[in-house]
């Protein structure tokens, strides 16, 4: 276990394209991460009129976790920059 950091130091996105508030911990198997929605969080422009977050961007948060995890991996085995994910590189989903 570690301090929070923030995720964009794993990620090849940049704001306003990060989605994750911190990442609590990586490991070797897995990350965890942690989103705040609200009224004041970076998800705030994507919440629907009751204040909710519309489902499908539970995708892009679990595609970022994952990023988390592969970029901590990336940087601690093989010193590597965060690299571009499958579905983000590809030209054609």
């Given at each position: 276990?570690?301090?929070?950091?923030?995720?964009?130091?794993?990620?090849?996105?940049?704001?306003?394209?990060v989605l994750l508030d911190?990442?609590?911990?990586?490991?070797?198997?897995?990350?965890?991460?942690?989103?705040?929605?609200?009224?004041?969080?970076?998800?705030?422009?994507?919440?629907?009129?009751?204040?909710?977050?519309?489902?499908?961007?539970?995708?892009?948060?679990?595609?970022?976790?994952?990023?988390?995890?592969?970029?901590?991996?990336?940087?601690?085995?093989?010193?590597?920059?965060?690299?571009?994910?499958?579905?983000?590189?590809?030209?054609?989903?």
């Amino acid at each position: 276990m570690f301090e929070p950091l923030a995720a964009v130091s794993f990620l090849p996105h940049r704001a306003p394209m990060v989605l994750l508030d911190e990442v609590i911990d990586v490991d070797e198997d897995s990350a965890h991460c942690r989103v705040r929605i609200g009224r004041d969080s970076v998800l705030r422009p994507f919440l629907d009129a009751a204040g909710a977050l519309p489902a499908w961007y539970g995708m892009e948060i679990l595609a970022q976790t994952i990023g988390v995890w592969s970029g901590w991996h990336g940087a601690r085995v093989h010193h590597e920059a965060p690299q571009a994910g499958h579905a983000a590189g590809r030209p054609r989903i």
